[in-house]
């Protein structure tokens, strides 16, 4: 049997939703009793092992479907799969998925735009009709954002413009679909630990988690579940007066990544192993 909890009876789709920040979104929602519909881009065999993971712990309906949304009819597929799986009512939606080249401005090429901007941007502007269509009667939408739209990030330039579209585009959003009510916030997680991240920093992983960690006021790294809480907060009636907004949710890493208006040290430092 289900858990019962705020988010019983309802469904929500979450991209890149079987691994890292998006399943431990999931893991949230299904421990409320959310029924959940988690997209993902190859890894099927993990996809279908956190599905049965989640179905069995929470007592909840989980359905994944493979779907690369940096391609042209990713969006269409993707919507029309969420509206026959839920039965033509999606209460929640977590546009979570990225991917980009991590290369210096000057290296990209235009295939590298298409794709990184048809999964951040693209994606989420087709979405909008199926979308309202959907969440007719109320829904949430949660953008996730990224610290390099705060601060350079060395080859994150592509990136960092993409997350910051996304921002702006989370706050277009929330006044288009608003008067259908459905309200639309985004997170800005700041350094997160995940295998992204792991797989950009290679080597130097360590030792920048670390670095992060300390500008922190409690010298902490964050968790996947503190990210996914806040993703939980900004679905739920708790927050029901937010909206269009942009949540810095980094442990207050932010403030110390400046002094006296120029780049901390420390952050520098980091950039420098780069460059």
Known sequence: MANQGEFTGHWALITGGTKGLGLSTAELLAAQGCQLLLSYRSDTEGAEAAARELSKKFGVTVRTLACDQTENDATERLWTWAATESGGRLHHYVHNAAATAFKPLLEIQSHHIDKTFNLTLKSLILALPKMKEL?????????????????????????????????????????????????????????????????????????????????????????????????????????????????????????????????????????????
């Open 135 to 275: 969440m007719k009667g109320g829904g949430t939408v949660v953008t996730v954002s990224g610290m390099d739209t705060l601060r350079a990030v060395p080859l994150h330039g592509l990136l960092g413009v993409a997350k910051s579209a996304l921002e702006t585009l989370t706050a277009y959003v929330s006044h288009e679909l608003g008067n259908d009510g459905v309200r639309a916030n985004c997170v800005n997680p700041g350094f997160l630990r995940t295998d992204s991240t792991k797989k950009y920093l290679g080597p130097m992983f360590e030792p920048v988690a670390k670095a992060f960690a300390a500008m922190t006021p409690s010298g902490e790294d964050a968790r996947l579940e503190d990210i996914a809480s806040v993703i939980v907060f900004l679905l739920s009636e708790k927050s029901r007066w937010l909206n269009g907004q942009v949540l810095n949710a980094d442990g207050g890493a932010d403030f110390a990544l400046q002094v006296e208006g120029k780049m901390n040290p420390l952050a520098k430092g980091i950039y420098k192993l780069f460059t």
